[in-house]
């Protein structure tokens, strides 16, 4: 494993690994960080820059914004959630004339989500600490609850590592409604107690058991939304360090965004159109289009009685059983704004009216789709911020990274769910001798039992296949004694093989990137408060990397 000292941020604690052979990577990610110049046309600037820092700070700062009227918005919602002192601070300060955002946002996972949820928000919280020291400007980190989806299969679940590293899943309870209403109307359901009970059982016990558990008792109880559950949570969890809350299903903030769903009305199907040319653009210079919207509907949803896409036909719009003319939607919109809800071509929009974002921090899939954007903002007249990646990392414990360093064993090579990688190295571990040996005496059985085959043709060549039978039967033999001295070797050096098995179950349960599969509570009670610390003040965010963090 090449431990790329060169790299900002590493140490023998951080080691990082080039994003491009991180499993899951597509080459737009990966041009992203380390070939940017292609994508130019697409993004708002590269992040990399400073003077697009610089450029995109100034743009952000002379855009008009109602930022006292979104801050009182967020202010109930603190007061509601109990925030700590720090993120209403931070709130405070993102009233300020010349403030700016850095905004981050997710959907409300189950029992705050997987580890990439809390790796989005420290970075933003990140990028907001640099901002300000290094353009001496009022920056606040925002993390986006995206409370409006309506996929309740995608947040429902949370999986941890329980005390032998095999991943167990815990479900919330369905509330009524789940999968049409959007999640921050569901309440959680009475069956929330038994989950968390499994939530209690399937976490190895620690020092911090007790204390997280009776945090996620307090934030997800019968009475709260799904939404203001998880918002809770990551308040507790990162609210000291200023990370402000917004729960985006919030009808109070709708009237500030009315004149972006009027206009998307005016123009019926254009965001759509501008999308999908720029993602056509996108797969002609060889990339993909992560969007593929409808020309025929609006990038708006309909909340009446669930959350509708709406569609143009015939002269009409059509969500649900809900029919207007062109002039009765535009009416409908300006007047009755908390009834509807952008899509995810319009919520980028949405949160860059309401805010003044400097930069975005988005996950690797999601870079995609912000690619396809940049005429989009531009027909609403918002300026486009800087995307940033997320920072990406593997939290491994200390047995797992000495195992990878020990053995020089790349992280990625521990993504395919198989042995071939402990077979590579328990091969290594074999005695010379033993090898040389076995290597020799396969050498030595080859050239002769040729030979034999080649020359008995000339006697009777009716035994031609009798002697390739006996080479292969040889052969195979050997091979077979081989196997049995490797699976020899396995059974004298279970440590190695327990090693192997354990680092593999935390870096990609399942077969799965870590960050995207197990939830953070996870990591918060094997490891308590110190995990975040550690996290927000050493983290780095080095876009071409992924790293593995020891813990």
């Known amino acids: 494993m090449n431990p790329h000292p060169s790299v900002q941020g590493a140490n023998p604690s951080r080691i990082p690994v080039d994003i491009r052979h991180y499993p899951g990577i597509r080459r737009l990610a990966g041009d992203y960080a380390h070939d940017f110049e292609p994508l130019v046309p697409f993004y708002g600037g590269n992040p990399a820059r400073p003077e697009d820092w610089l450029a995109a700070i100034g743009r952000t700062q002379e855009h008009p914004r109602e930022r006292n009227a979104v801050a009182d918005v967020i202010a109930v919602q603190q007061q509601r959630r109990g925030a700590p002192p720090e993120a209403r601070a931070a709130l405070e300060r993102l009233r300020q004339d010349g403030s700016v955002a850095v905004v981050t946002g997710q959907q409300a996972g189950a029992f705050g989500g997987p580890l990439y949820t809390l790796l989005k928000a420290i970075t933003a919280l990140r990028l907001a600490a640099r901002v300000r020291q290094d353009h001496q400007v009022p920056a606040v980190a925002v993390f986006w609850i995206d409370s409006e989806d309506h996929d309740w299969d995608e947040i429902a679940s949370c999986a941890v590592l329980d005390a032998d590293v095999q991943t167990h899943t815990v479900r919330l309870p369905a509330p009524p409604g789940a999968g049409t209403l959007p999640v921050g109307r569901l309440p959680i359901a009475e069956g929330i107690s038994a989950a968390l009970d499994e939530l209690a059982a399937a976490l190895p016990p620690t020092e911090f058991t007790a204390s997280l558990m009776t945090r996620l008792r307090s934030s997800y109880k019968p009475g709260l939304s799904t939404s203001e559950a998880f918002g809770r949570l990551l308040e507790f969890t990162l609210g000291e360090f200023g990370l402000v809350v917004y729960d985006a299903a919030d009808p109070a ?142 939290l491994l414990d200390s047995a797992g990274v000495r195992f990878l360093s020990r053995h020089d064993v790349a992280l990625e090579s521990l993504h395919a769910q198989d042995e071939s990688v402990l077979n590579r190295l328990l091969e290594a571990a074999l005695p010379p001798d033993v090898e040389q040996a076995y290597l020799a005496a396969a050498a030595a059985l080859e050239g002769p039992m040729q030979t034999l085959v080649k020359a008995v043709p000339a006697i009777d060549a009716t035994l031609e296949g009798a002697a390739r039978s006996a080479a292969g039967r040889i052969s195979h033999e050997l091979q077979g004694l081989h196997t049995k001295i490797i699976h020899a070797a396995k059974r004298r050096d279970e440590t190695l093989r327990r090693q192997f098995t354990r680092t593999r179950a935390q870096a990609f349960p399942g077969g799965h990137a870590q960050e995207r599969a197990i939830g953070f509570v996870s990591f918060l009670n094997r490891y308590g408060p110190g995990l975040v610390d550690q996290l927000v003040g050493g983290l780095p965010i080095d876009a071409g990397s992924h790293w593995i963090v020891t813990v």
């Open 253 to 394: 903030a709708k009237i500030l965004v009315r004149d972006v769903f009027a206009r998307e009305v005016q123009f019926p199907g254009r965001t759509a159109e501008l999308a999908l040319e720029a993602g056509s653009q996108l797969v002609r210079l060889g990339y993909h289009a992560q969007v593929s919207a409808h020309a025929d509907g609006l990038s708006l949803f309909s909340l009446d009685g669930g959350r509708h896409p709406i569609r143009f036909a015939d002269g009409a719009f059509r969500a649900g059983d809900r029919e207007w003319t062109h002039p009765g939607l535009l009416a409908e919109v300006r007047a009755n704004p908390e009834g509807f809800s952008p899509n995810v071509l319009l919520r980028p929009v949405v949160q860059d009216t309401l805010f003044p974002t400097v930069a975005y921090v988005a996950g690797p899939n999601e870079l995609a789709y912000l690619g396809q954007l940049k005429p989009v903002y531009a027909h609403f007249g918002v300026p486009m911020p800087l995307m940033v990646p997320r920072a990406s990392a593997t």
